[in-house]
């Protein structure tokens, strides 16, 4: 082919995608939620050019700037309206956007009162007059708030909502609202399936990648507000000088977005370095002792956390692994968690830092149940804490299982803040392969009712402190980021970032809301398409369940990878934490007895929780196998046995994902191609996974049971 003629070859494929407009529908995920694709109805589109022609945003900083960039660009891609900047309110259909500050058109307006009450990091949305004129007005105390209602009104656009009559006040129900990023130093991430870090190391701080703002933007369109860039297995280093330097590049990048940025740190960081490469011990220090109340290493953290705030002027504070999975902790040293948390809340108190301290604890040397361990630990030092201390646990008491009991230490501490710790990752709910929709899970955690202050005390008062009146709330999702192209791996785990956004601002919200929201926004605005989506994506973490540990089984995957199944592993000699540990199958029976007649685990619940799962009648079935050891043939409330019932468990969950796989057969050529064909074969993988899932379980327990 000579030089013209592959020209002219160029120029009619050029021609054919510009006709059928297939190059700009192809979707690569990369966009998020926030591609602001056209609105198709064109009375909708009316509407838009009538409310909005231009904008007013008083004053300049860089959080503003990203405020007119945002609304330039939504408008544009979803009216197809050139939004012009001016500088008052002169006629109709203009965005009003300031603070009391920033604006005298918001101070004309008399809200002072209402916007007091929003608290820093709330925004009200109103069609009002300004000025004699029609205007929709964004509202707040802060200039990040600000943004945060940008990014809403944007999303009532793309959710087609009506425009005209518009009265909203929004306030987050949580203070801290962290990504928690299991980030190596070496660019790997624990527990990650959608690619290498974000972060390049070796790149930064002299190279920006465009990426990290673009992660802080589509953080700050959720309200998310603070990021833990690395893995709470800390490697020491990321305190270094030259480290420090590398973190005030992505700290600057994500301030114009409301993001702050925090780091998990290695107890032991004042020792000097392990000898042992891969160690978890060992520090970048020259101190024979890690000691929290020996007064060298006090004053160790002291000068770290200093030299952080010279470089990183509004650094969040620290996560702490501590006594965990061969993380160093002040249990070395003979004190309490309680110890090492406050010298480290010590040394973060005048610049206004926090410790998060994990509550992820458990030995296998004492402890018969690891499931009790956490709750040993901490409730005793209820009280103890400084008050710029959180412990963070997560949603159950042993670790990110497919469906858990809520953690018995929420509702247990009023003296101290708790923090949620989800999993956004899904460690052990098919990995970045399987379509799991996330959000009704963490409802089910935020909506239970601990009885802690009698009925009406769910995990969601705890957590937002209206409970305990508690000074500070926090919630944080390990992160499901990557530098896969789509950010996530699988289309549909974007949801799951989006989902954990959204509820971390407002954990009232349902998870259909959620989950229509985010497909308005990605996939398809077309009700019929909204509606099967949703349909798929609320059944599909109940089929993983299903698939993968029904009745309260748990744990019971591969070890170390936790993808697979392996009800079979057993560690000889030792058989505690392998899955005969937690499943406990034999002739007689199978589920773990953490009854008052076994380990008694249902004791640190609240009665009556705790009544209700210690007898066998009471328990919900969801948990049954989670708290009782049980017959074979134990009658079920179905009437079936329970071994026909964990059978029609394992059969309802590959049920389930044949159905999503001829649902979403039924989207061909109503979404974007793209999409469609990558959940398609990440369907055909989900139903290969849940086959062998069924297949080794039945064979394992049926060994037993028949
Ligand atoms: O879920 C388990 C994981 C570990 C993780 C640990 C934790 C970061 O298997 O990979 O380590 O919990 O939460 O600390």
Redesign the pocket.
Known sequence: MNSRHAFQVLCVVAVFFALTGSAARANDGYGLWLNYDRLADPARLQTGREIFSAAVVPSDSATLRVVREEIKRGLDGLLGIDLSFAETVAHNGVILVGTLRTSAAIRSLGWDTELKELGREGFLIRSSQVNGHRATVIAANEEVSLLYGTFHLLRLIQTKRTLDKIDIASRPHVQYRLLNH?DNMDGSI??GYAGRSLWQWDELPAKIDPRYQHYARANASLGLNGTVVN???ANPIILQPEYLEKLRALADTFRPYGIKLFLSIRFSSPLRPARQAGSRRGGIGDLETADPLDPEVRQWWKDKVKEIYAVIPDFGGFLV?AN??GMPGPQDYGRHHADGANMLASALKPYGGIVMW?A?VYDAKTDSDRAKRAYKEFVPLDGVFASNVFVQA?NGPI??QPREPVHPLFGAMPKTPLMLEL?ITQ?YLGHSKHLVYLAPMWKEYLDFDTHAKGSGSSVATVIDGSLHDYAMTGIAG?ANTGSDRNWCGHFFAQANWYAFGRLAWDHQLSAETIADEWICMTLSRDEQVVRTVNAMMMGSWEACINYMTPLGLHHIMQAGF?YGPQPSYANAPRQDWTSVYYHRADKHGVGFDRSSTGSNATSQYFSPVRERFDNVATCPEKYLLWFHHLPWDHKMASGRTLWQEIQRHYDAGIETVKQMQTTWETLKGRIDPEIFSHVQGKLETQLQDATIWHDTCLAYFGSFAN
Request: cysteine-free; glycine content about 0%; hydrophobic content about 30%.
């Open positions: 299991w624990e527990r893995n709470v297995n692994k965990s999975e994990r992820f997560k670790d990110f999993q460690e390990v936790h």
